[in-house]
């Protein structure tokens, strides 16, 4: 079956560590890659993609990876802020009938602390 | 540049009642898509319009759900009847183009509306 997986469990770091976040995914041959960012109440707010024949795409303090073969992306957000403290989203595209459409994985928690 | 509008924000509905939902997506924006969070989840895409015309709507519960984008711009969502599991933010996006394996899309959401139904 089609599965995309994040951490489901909160991700706690203290200010100025570098936080990991992981997508795995099965069954799935997307396009391109995307993280977003979901504050509470809000919608997600896009932040970075990164397509298939890329390794990795950097921006400001964000910097991701994608590794097609292990079907995997790595997000990370260096020097960490309680700012950055959200619910951060991978989504895939997938290419089908002329259109790319998102499919969503769960989301993993991250909490900053001071 | 203005965002993605959504209304209502809230929305308190009995069971078997109707409800909708609008959003008027940033100008020039040709896709339009509607997703439905579960609490503790990741938005799963009920329908997505390329101008007016749908081009994938294989997630949405057509025997209860309707959607509907007018001359390409407004869109409109509507639950008749609602069931509990319906309870949920309901989040309209848009994005400039989404044709081409390899076209960029960003996608750019509004705040969501929370209906739950009791």
């Known amino acids: 079956s089609q599965k995309i997986e994040q951490n489901s469990e909160a991700l706690n770091i203290q200010e100025g560590k570098t936080a990991t976040l992981t997508c795995n995914y099965t069954n799935y041959s997307p396009a391109y890659l995307q993280w977003y960012r979901q504050d509470p109440g809000r919608g997600p707010v896009f932040l970075l993609l990164i397509r298939e024949n890329e390794k990795e795409k950097r921006k400001e303090r964000l910097k991701v990876t994608f590794d097609t073969t292990l079907k995997q992306s790595l997000f990370h957000i260096t020097a960490s802020q309680p700012a950055d403290s959200a619910t951060y989203l991978c989504?895939?595209?997938?290419?089908?009938?002329?259109?790319?459409?998102?499919?969503f994985g769960a989301g993993t928690r991250l909490a900053v602390h001071p | 540049e203005a965002g993605v509008a959504q209304s209502p924000r809230y929305k308190i509905i009995e069971k078997r009642q109707s409800v909708a939902f609008w959003c008027n997506p940033i100008?020039?924006?040709?896709?339009l898509y509607w997703y439905q969070q579960i609490l503790g989840q990741g938005p799963k895409l009920l329908i997505q319009f390329q101008n007016n015309g749908v081009v994938d709507d294989s997630q949405l519960p057509k025997d209860r759900f309707s959607a509907e984008r007018l001359k390409g711009v407004d869109s409109t969502l509507k639950i008749q009847p609602a069931k509990l599991e319906d309870s949920a933010v309901y989040l309209c996006?848009?994005?400039?183009?989404?044709?081409?394996?390899?076209?960029?899309?960003?996608?750019?959401f509004g705040p969501g509306t929370r209906l739950t139904v009791l």
């Open positions: 100008s020039g924006h040709a896709t």
């Open positions: 989504a895939l595209a997938l290419y089908s009938g002329g259109y790319n459409k998102l499919i």
């Open positions: 996006a848009s994005s400039l183009r989404s044709t081409a394996r390899s076209s960029y899309n960003e996608q750019f």
